[in-house]
């Protein structure tokens, strides 16, 4: 199948994007070098993302693949009494070719998009321990996947199997205390779009202690109308390490349109003291009530990276289904992935 190619005016407001991009952060075109103008310099992180996928649907005896190529910024603006806020942008032009299993803003198997992971704006002058704004497209706050980056990668705790929605446009209120940190959110419901579709809205926030400890704890809520359904979920998170293992685990209870929901997670993981290599296992659990009786399903997931350097990863992944709702199908599905990142 040959690559779907955007219409010179979808294309054109993209390039227009990335031009204006360039140069609200400073980086100008001399001597044929992508260079940073010296004023913005300070506290930037500019990095060209490029990645390749592919994903053997064995159940369905078909190979799917992925490519992306994006822009992942992060400048952090200053003043000389201390910090404004933080510009995080995080675009990549996305590729699928017949791809039979895939987010929802793909409008089919073979499609291209321009895909917006994190875009937003976090504004911090107020000082490190006072409330915080966020303004954008960013990450809902709910269990291990606010915790966890995993944009770009293999690994994933199932925001939207379980939430309906992993990143959505609106606005937050966040911050970090020395013995907390939190954010609840207020967004529109579209996901990509940054439009509300049949009444939609999301609720969502999380209460945690700082991430970076060997022992991590939270609790978040979510309530929100998505495709004129409403969703309700009070979840907890935890994380446990020693030594070079790690344990994950997240309960979520709530209600999906009044049928009771039940989901869990447990990750066990390792990494080399180098952190070169990481391995993975995953056991997830869904459960929900229905007219005709309670439904569960469970999948597990087994994961491999290898990151050699700074630029370079290579991941693997297996994730097979051992029990699915009643008329779905039983999915085993390999992934494997190439990164460099400049």
């Known amino acids: 199948m040959p690559p779907v190619c955007p219409t010179p005016a979808y294309a054109g407001r993209h390039l227009l994007l990335a031009g204006l991009l360039l140069t609200v952060t400073g980086y100008s075109q001399a001597d044929g070098m992508l260079t940073p103008d010296a004023r913005w310099a300070d506290n930037l992180r500019l990095a060209l993302d490029l990645s390749s996928r592919v994903s053997h649907f064995d159940h369905a005896n078909e190979t799917g693949y992925t490519h992306t190529a994006g822009l992942d910024l992060h400048k952090v603006f200053s ?22 299993m895939r987010p929802g803003f793909f409008d089919g198997p073979d499609d291209s998009e321009l895909v917006y992971r994190i875009v937003n704006f976090n504004w911090t002058a107020l000082g490190p321990q006072a409330p915080h704004f966020r303004l954008g497209h960013f990450e809902i706050p709910y269990g291990l996947e606010h915790v966890i980056d995993t944009n770009g990668t293999l690994r994933n705790y199932s925001h939207g199997r379980n939430l309906g929605v992993k990143a959505d ?10 013995a907390l940190e939190y954010e609840v959110s207020y967004s529109l419901g579209g996901g990509q779009e940054a439009e509300r579709k049949q009444g939609s809205f999301v609720w969502a926030g999380r209460l945690g202690t700082p991430r970076d400890d060997n022992q991590v704890y939270g609790i978040a809520f979510y309530h929100a109308e998505l495709n004129r359904t409403e969703r309700n979920r009070l979840g907890l998170d935890a994380q446990w390490y020693h030594n070079l293992w790690g344990l994950y685990a997240q309960l979520d209870i709530g209600d999906d349109a009044g049928n009771d929901v039940l989901n869990g997670i447990v990750e066990l993981n390792w990494r080399n ?3 070169t290599w990481l391995l993975f296992w995953q056991n997830l659990y869904f459960s929900t009530d229905r007219q005709d009786g309670n439904q569960q399903a469970l999948r597990h997931n087994t994961g491999l990276r ?9 991941a693997l992944q297996y994730q ?16 494997l992935q190439a990164r460099y990142r400049f």
């Open 79 to 100: 003043r000389p009494d201390g910090d404004i806020g933080t510009l995080v942008v995080q675009l990549y032009w996305t590729h699928i070719d017949n791809l039979i």
């Open 169 to 178: 446009w609106g606005t937050s209120i966040n911050g970090e205390l020395p």
């Open 273 to 275: 003291p180098r952190e």
């Open 306 to 314: 290898y990151a050699p350097d700074s630029h370079w990863s290579f």
């Open 320 to 335: 097979h289904d051992s029990r699915v709702f009643e008329g779905a199908s039983k999915a085993r599905i390999i992934n």
